[in-house]
């Protein structure tokens, strides 16, 4: 026999390897842990936020802005209170701490931006504070020489909005629907930080108006794309259209396509305001969201009673609506995971604590970080949980 291995061969001895390894490195489940939870200045333990920036720059975690309740739930008459504040979350072997000593805070508060973890800092685009919503965008780089974190503008988004789905390839920063005052957005625009003279391009639009997506960038059989995961959208009722939907933007030919619908492997699931990341070449998990059951039920109390006309009538709906939020059982706790090369969803497990809404999920040296959000109506979390992938 030959002692040299005929090309064809060789190329099933590669192929077996590599679908070997890929089976060895199959995602089954997530283990998690509790590596901190969020302090007020005085060393008490936060309320938490929603809407709240997360990110990860120069191996520190921070977390930034967001909204809560301090005195009332919602439907008890509270005010929503607005953040500008900085906490820097940093990790010496396995045990992570909040740096005491950071003075830094955002240039105005904040909650519900878009953001994003890129190599020059992480970037936040628009967002809503008590005078309304915002186009301002910034990056937040932290200066471990100077114990700060450092906070440059960028230019101003084209719109005000709110809820926008915000990613990145390399230096390009996309940004990518959300809520304007009045209508959800189908915008789709980029930023290259890297230019001499950064400004928003617009690009193809999205097929249909999404806020509160899950906005990520992962390979696959057509390169590295931007896929858009869930989302709802604005309607003159006041009652959302929830979606299931999985869209991709072919980066080389710059137009949307349409992916399998989002479900557990057996059943669709309208899913929003959720956590998502991109594993390894063809991997992206879904960690937290909301399928909108209730919050559906929600919306329509709102819209019955703005249509009510006696005060009694308006009282008994919104008692009903009342008692819906207290007795809310917290969101959807499913891990979805999603795979591009057979562009088909499966389940790995659940979430074992109340599933995070209206935050963003990052990566932190391998591991999935999911920090503070929304965990029943009203009610905010300082957790900051982070997930190891087995």
Not at 115 to 130: A, F, H, K, P, R
Not at 271 to 295: K, Q, W
Request: glycine share 8%.
């Amino acid at each position: 026999m030959n002692k040299y291995f005929s090309p064809l061969i060789l190329s099933l001895l590669i192929m077996s390897t590599t679908d070997a390894l890929s089976q060895k490195k199959a995602i089954t489940h997530i283990e998690w842990k509790k590596a901190a939870q969020l302090q007020n200045a005085d060393g008490s333990i936060s309320l938490g936020f929603a809407g709240a920036i997360n990110g990860v720059t120069n191996d520190v975690l921070i977390v930034s802005g967001g909204a809560n309740f301090q005195d009332k739930k919602p439907w008890e008459g509270g005010k929503k209170h607005y953040s500008k504040e900085i906490h820097v979350l940093q990790k010496c072997n396995n045990t992570y701490s909040w740096n005491k000593e950071v003075q830094s805070t955002l240039p105005e508060p904040i909650a519900y931006c878009g953001s994003t973890s890129t190599d020059l800092g992480v970037v936040y685009v628009g967002g809503e504070n008590e005078n309304g919503l915002s186009n301002k965008a910034f990056i937040l780089k932290w200066n471990a020489s100077k114990n700060k974190v450092e906070t440059k503008s960028l230019p101003n988004f084209p719109v005000h909005i709110t809820n926008i789905g915000l990613t990145h390839i390399g230096n390009v920063i996309y940004a990518i629907g959300g809520d304007e005052a009045t209508k959800s957005s189908d915008l789709f625009l980029s930023l290259d930080l890297k230019s001499n003279t950064p400004e928003w391009k617009t690009l193809p639009k999205l097929p249909i108006a999404l806020a509160n997506s899950v906005s990520v960038v992962q390979k696959d059989k057509n390169g590295t794309n931007i896929y858009v995961i869930g989302g709802r959208t604005k309607t003159p009722s006041g009652i959302s259209d929830l979606h299931n939907t999985t869209f991709v933007f072919n980066i080389k030919k710059q137009i949307w396509e349409s992916r399998a619908n989002l479900s557990d492997g057996e059943n669709t699931t309208n899913f929003s305001a959720g956590a998502g990341v991109a594993v390894g070449n063809h991997s992206i998990l879904i960690v937290g969201g909301d399928n909108g059951e209730t919050f559906h039920k929600i919306e329509t109390y709102l819209s019955q009673i703005a249509l009510a006309y006696s005060p009694e009538e308006k009282a008994r709906l919104a008692a009903e609506k009342n008692k819906l939020n207290t007795n809310h059982d917290g969101f959807y706790k499913g891990i979805l995971l999603y795979d591009t090369r057979t562009d088909s969803w499966s389940t790995i497990g659940e979430l074992p604590f109340l599933a995070h809404v209206t935050t963003t999920a990052v990566l932190w040296n391998d591991e999935i970080v999911l920090s503070n959000g929304e965990v029943k109506p009203g009610i905010r979390t300082p957790n900051v949980m982070l997930g190891t992938i087995k």
